[in-house]
Every structure is written in C-alpha cells, then in structure tokens.
C-alpha cells in the first residue's frame, strides 16, 4: 500500500497527496490502487471549490 496525506478542510471535504509509494509502487514511479493514510492533517479553511 502506498502512504498518503489526507487533507481535511471545514466544509468536510477530503483531499489526497502522495506521501510515498509501497516497494512495488516505487519501481514504476506510480501509486497502487490501496491508499494507506499515513497522516491526516486538518485544514483551517474550506477548500479551493467551496
């Protein structure tokens, strides 16, 4: 599974960033399909579409 940050802002929507990708992943530079959140971080605002 590769690591992602989850992005959580006010307006409760969620946003996704690479954080590293798993052992496969990383030999042809692209995420599998499993998210593994290695971190949520909450946002003080709403997001960029609100």
């Known amino acids: 599974m590769c690591h992602w940050y989850a992005h959580v802002y006010t307006c409760k ?3 996704y960033a690479l954080g590293k990708y798993c ?3 990383n030999l042809v530079q692209t995420p599998c399909k499993k998210k593994s959140i290695w971190q949520t971080i909450r946002m003080g605002e709403e ?3 609100c």
Do not use: D
Request: hydrophobic share 0%; proline share 11%; aromatic share 0%.
């Open 13 to 15: 929507h969620t946003t």
């Open 47 to 49: 997001c960029e579409n």
């Open 23 to 25: 052992t496969p992943g």
